[in-house]
């Protein structure tokens, strides 16, 4: 919903196509057996990040609060439905991502079994995610570059 797509995503288009505030954006999600770590990277001018990060932080309050829109939700379901083929397109991904799953115990296939939760999601099902795992208020924001102004 709010990454990973380019321009297909809700940071990237309230930060950059509507705001002008970033250059890019991403989000990454390190997930552990306790504890995960949601990311949420972008480019930008000194003198832009505070009003970057309002924005960002304003995203993420509003997953948790409104459900998101129909076509949100296809598009995301989309992305990630079509990254499953993707990501095991050589024998080489294909045997790296089973020897990952077999690593940390998952089953074989894994990417089958989030397929069928893909799309079985709904605005609702996300909406309840996000308010049960982000927390905005402990956000941490790491600057490289000059201070933010």
């Given at each position: 919903?709010?990454?990973?797509?380019?321009?297909?995503?809700?940071?990237?288009?309230?930060?950059?196509?509507?705001?002008?505030?970033?250059?890019?954006?991403?989000?990454?999600?390190?997930?552990?057996?306790?504890?995960?770590?949601?990311?949420?990277?972008?480019?930008?001018?000194?003198?832009?990040?505070?009003?970057?990060?309002?924005?960002?932080?304003?995203?993420?309050?509003?997953m948790?609060?409104?459900?998101?829109?129909?076509?949100?939700?296809?598009?995301?379901k989309?992305?990630?439905?079509?990254?499953?083929?993707?990501?095991?397109?050589?024998?080489?991904?294909?045997?790296?991502?089973?020897?990952?799953r077999?690593?940390?115990?998952?089953?074989?296939?894994?990417?089958?079994?989030?397929?069928k939760?893909?799309?079985?999601?709904?605005?609702?099902?996300?909406?309840?995610?996000?308010?049960?795992?982000?927390?905005?208020?402990?956000?941490?924001?790491?600057?490289?570059?000059?201070?933010?102004?």
């Amino acid at each position: 919903m709010l990454g990973g797509g380019f321009y297909a995503t809700r940071l990237y288009h309230d930060l950059r196509q509507v705001a002008g505030l970033v250059y890019n954006v991403d989000v990454s999600l390190a997930a552990g057996e306790s504890r995960a770590t949601y990311s949420v990277s972008y480019g930008c001018d000194p003198d832009k990040v505070s009003k970057a990060r309002a924005l960002v932080e304003r995203d993420l309050k509003q997953m948790s609060t409104e459900p998101v829109t129909d076509a949100e939700l296809h598009q995301a379901k989309a992305l990630l439905l079509r990254s499953i083929p993707l990501g095991e397109s050589s024998e080489e991904a294909v045997a790296g991502g089973m020897l990952a799953r077999a690593q940390i115990g998952l089953p074989l296939d894994e990417p089958v079994r989030a397929a069928k939760k893909y799309v079985a999601l709904d605005a609702a099902a996300v909406k309840a995610a996000f308010e049960r795992h982000i927390k905005t208020d402990n956000l941490v924001q790491v600057v490289r570059g000059p201070a933010p102004q």
